[in-house]
């Protein structure tokens, strides 16, 4: 029997200002609890890095997990970012990409970013979309919803669309792993044949594998495996 699973975001904590949304999830709440805030004076990125938005202008969540100890949990922001994809597609009608392993691209810029941080056995996913920054609000490099599609979106119902799909995307990854996610990865990754380096790999990406790692084509027909890192590309 399928377990029956309530679509995330309760309990739900709305706050107008914190430091990092990942800081206020209760760790005691039930699976699914959300906190979302309209700014963030330290948004967190991996790796010890700050995400920036403007007060009211971005999406900013944290959702609590509780995945099984079958699973691989560094898979989750993968399957996030499936999650992000869906929802931005289905509300835009234009395709999003996944670059490896954390960012949402549209039009070649990142409009998001996901974040999972375990904590006492959980794991807080942290969710950043750009929604309605303007040109000088957003990081080099960032896009927004605005900027890349020069539409408004109201905040409230892209989380209502993105807490469905990561509902689903989530439940089928706990039962199924990323193979059950691997349709919404697969066929949008960014990296593929582009020039990349990799924690001193250099080569052309050839996929994201069932496994979530980047393989990378060094040359000679030789294939490298990346579980984890930071990617430059070329554009
Ligand atoms: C991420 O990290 O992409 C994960 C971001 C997760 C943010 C959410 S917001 C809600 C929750 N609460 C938090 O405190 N965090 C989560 P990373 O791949 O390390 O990307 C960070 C890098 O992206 C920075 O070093 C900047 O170069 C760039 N960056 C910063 N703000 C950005 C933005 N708004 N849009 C695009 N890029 C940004």
Known sequence: MQPVTE??????????????????????LPEGAIVVADHQSAGRGRLGRTWEA?????????????????????????VAGVAVADALERMLGLAVQLKWPNDVMLRRR?????????????????????VNQTRDELPPNAGSVL??????????????????????????????????????????????????????????????????RLEIAVGHGEVVTVDSGEVSYDR
């Open 7 to 28: 679509r995330f975001g309760e309990p739900r904590l709305d706050v107008e200002s914190c430091e990092s949304t990942q800081l206020l999830v209760d760790t005691s």
């Open 54 to 78: 403007p007060a009211g202008k971005a999406l900013l969540v944290s959702v609590l997990l509780r995945p099984p100890a079958e699973r691989n949990a560094p898979e989750i922001s993968l």
């Open 110 to 130: 990142k409009v998001a970013g996901c974040l999972a941080e375990a904590r006492d056995a959980t794991v807080v996913l942290g969710i950043g979309v750009n």
């Open 147 to 212: 900027t890349l599609t020069a539409r408004e979106l109201d905040r409230e119902d892209l989380l209502a669309m993105l807490l469905d799909d990561l509902t689903s995307r989530y439940a089928a990854w706990r039962e199924g792993g990323l193979d059950a996610v691997y349709d919404g990865l697969g066929p949008r990754d960014f990296l593929r044949g582009r020039r990349v380096s990799v924690n001193g790999t250099s080569g052309v990406a050839t996929m994201v594998d069932r496994h979530g």
